[in-house]
Antibody, heavy 116, light 107 residues
């Protein structure tokens, strides 16, 4: 059974960079696409972007100028960097496996609050 | 971007009721439509993919239909564990987009 676990700081200051890592267990990160999704408190879901294990990426244009998703296949991990954060970036951030354009396995999510 | 809308935004229903949720895309997305269930404080769970395929392990009371721009999720007989928020998501083109959600609560 594939499992995903997000890790990273729960509090980030405005204008700084949000950095999260997703560790994949129970399966290889190779041969799949891997996504980040976020959900502001009490609101809906927003797709941030995905990465293929080879390193190719696709980002949401609304965030493209601030987002980088990268992979470390040796550690079975992929990461999210979001620069110049504001309070609007406060959300639960999920990582997920993308298989045939469905998000079939999700991490538990991690709340990131942007505040000074 | 493909915009997704859902109706209703919320509904109240009783155990045993048949429930139907509608999702509409701003342009044709063929059958590239997925449905997720999210309970409060929990992770979204994939229910239906490519409009009508039931994800493994999901009860058969859930079904999906539609193609093009109009889709439905039906729960044939609502169970206590089905009270949740349901989201549709298009995977036809990036950026993948979600509907705003439909909250199903107890009447």
């Amino acid at each position: 059974q594939v499992q995903l676990q997000e890790s990273g700081p729960g509090l980030v200051k405005p204008s700084e960079t949000l950095s999260l890592t997703c560790t994949v267990s129970g399966g290889s990160i190779s041969s799949y696409y891997w996504s980040w999704i976020r959900q502001p408190p009490g609101k809906g879901l927003e797709w941030i972007g995905y990465l293929y294990y080879s390193g190719s990426t696709n980002y949401n244009p609304s965030l493209k100028s601030r987002v980088t998703i990268s992979v470390d296949t040796s550690k079975n991990q992929f990461s999210l960097n979001l620069t110049s954060v504001t309070a609007a970036d406060t959300a639960v951030y999920y990582c997920a496996r993308q298989a045939a354009a469905t998000l079939d396995y999700w991490g538990q999510g991690t709340l990131v609050t942007v505040s000074s | 971007d493909v915009q997704m809308t859902q109706s209703p935004s919320s509904l109240s229903a009783s155990v045993g009721d048949r429930v139907t949720i509608t999702c509409r895309a701003s342009q044709s997305i063929s059958s590239y439509l997925n449905w997720y269930q999210q309970k409060p404080g929990k992770v979204p769970k994939l229910l239906i993919y490519t409009a009508s395929s039931l994800q493994s392990g999901v009860p058969s009371r859930f079904s999906g239909s539609g193609s093009g721009t109009d889709f439905t999720l039906t729960i044939s007989s609502l169970q206590p564990e089905d009270f949740a928020t349901y989201y549709c998501q298009q995977s036809y083109s990036t950026p993948f987009t979600f509907g705003p959600g439909t909250k199903v609560d107890i009447k």
